[in-house]
Nanobody
Framework: VQLVESGGGLVQAGGSLRLSCAAS????????MGWYRQAPGKQRELVAA???????NYADSVKGRVTISRDNAKNTVYLQMNSLKPEDTAVYYC?????????????????WGQGTQVTVSS
């Protein structure tokens, strides 16, 4: 299973970006999907998450500015970020809890994307 992110880049404060993350491979289904970020010298933190049913959860720091969504048919999760601030600068990582089914069993695995850089200039 691979997660491929796209959509990062350099944007001025107040601008917008839309990140995408597509999962591919031996996927039976995907449970929760989410976006995390890690700024230099800081720990990785949750930005937003979404269940397969569409329930969402956001970090307080991005509420009202960020929207997470997913297309289950495409195994893709999106992160629409508006009113970006310099403190949003970080590497953004996609995460997916992927269910893989074999002849022997069914198991959920935790996969991560390679990360995409988001830089917000003041």
């Amino acid at each position: 299973v691979q997660l491929v992110e796209s959509g990062g880049g350099l944007v001025q404060a107040g601008g917008s970006l839309r990140l995408s993350c597509a999962a591919s491979g031996s996927i039976f289904s995907i449970n929760a999907m989410g976006w995390y970020r890690q700024a230099p010298g800081k720990q990785r933190e949750l930005v937003a998450a979404i269940t397969s049913g569409g329930s969402t959860n956001y970090a307080d720091s991005v509420k009202g500015r960020v929207t997470i969504s997913r297309d289950n048919a495409k195994n893709t999760v999106y992160l629409q970020m508006n009113s970006l601030k310099p403190e949003d600068t970080a590497v953004y990582y996609c995460n997916a809890m992927v269910v893989v089914v074999t002849i022997e069993d069914e198991h959920e695995y935790d996969y991560w994307g390679q990360g995409t850089q988001v830089t917000v200039s003041s």
